[in-house]
């Protein structure tokens, strides 16, 4: 439970420290870069570098997950923006957020890992709460959208790649499926950089080196717990507990508000750890 709760706090302070940073950043893609190089130093760190590529069972098979992983990555942060860009921030976070149901199937479906009753209505009322969550009184087209549906795939289908590992990878190169997971993300994202014509300046830098810490070990304690506690547990309990934690510090630290939907939610999301994890 420990590395659930070191995933969830890691988790916190990356969405905090994006939310300090919107107003420093004009060139988020350069960010993120140096973020991901971060993460891949921190990786590179854990396994000596020298320990990149080591002639055992599993190894190909890590460094193909880790490309696959880093793809998604990239992919679910480019639809992010987009379907902020055309479908607004409020639905892009809901059909991101709802995601959680990617990893929660393969789970349940491919793993056989079956919830008890008691932890599916938990897990049924953390999603109803999401989406209240995610409501606020002057929405009300909250219609079908390719591109929000791709967002929830793409980015349910990231978080799933932890749990794909876990499952029919070797656990003793975890750290080697992290270090190619960044590593191509890096790739790919220095790339768009340079597409886009993006400039580095000290403050992507800076807020880029800042959040690739806390990513990293994010990615590294839920590739950890999902180890010894059932994913139908571990990803409901990351993602709502994210929610709770950041919302809270959101009212404290930023003078932020809840509408009357969000305050529902919030007890409807208490109650669904509570039930998750009984």
């Known amino acids: 439970m420990i590395y659930l709760i ?3 706090v890691s988790s ?3 969405s905090i420290i994006m939310r300090c940073s919107e107003k420093y950043i004009d060139n988020n893609i350069s960010m993120l870069s140096i973020n991901y190089l971060m993460c891949l130093i921190l990786a590179g760190i854990y396994i000596d570098f020298h320990q990149i590529y080591i002639p055992v069972i599993g190894m190909n098979q890590a460094i193909v997950l880790g490309i ?13 923006q987009r379907n902020i860009n055309k479908n607004g921030v409020i639905l892009s976070s809901l059909f991101m957020k709802l995601g959680i149901l990617i990893p ?7 793993f056989k890992e079956l919830p008890s009753t008691v932890q599916l209505i938990g897990f049924i009322i953390a999603i109803i709460s999401i989406v209240f969550m995610n409501i606020k009184k002057e929405d009300t087209n909250v219609g079908f959208k390719f591109g929000l549906l791709l967002l929830l795939i793409v980015n349910g289908t990231t978080d799933t ?6 499952e029919v990878g070797n656990t003793m190169l975890s750290e080697q499926f992290l270090f190619y997971t960044f590593l191509f993300a890096l790739i790919l994202c220095v790339f768009f950089t340079f597409i886009k014509k993006q400039s580095l300046h000290k403050n992507e830098l800076f807020f880029g080196l800042l959040i690739g810490i806390p990513n990293y070990f994010s990615a590294r304690f839920l590739l950890q717990a999902l180890q010894s506690i059932p994913a139908v547990i571990v990803y409901p309990t990351y993602s709502v507990s994210t929610i709770v934690v950041v919302t809270v510090v959101g009212i404290l630290l930023f003078k932020e508000t809840l509408y009357k939907y969000q305050k529902i939610s919030m007890i409807g999301i208490l109650l669904s750890l509570i039930l998750l994890n009984i």
């Open 161 to 166: 790649m932890s749990k794909i590992f876990d």
């Open 12 to 14: 916190v302070l990356v």
């Open 104 to 110: 929660m199937i393969v789970s349940i479906f491919v």
């Open 68 to 80: 696959i992983n880093g793809i998604l990555y990239l992919s679910s942060f480019i639809l992010l």
């Open 6 to 8: 070191l995933a969830i």
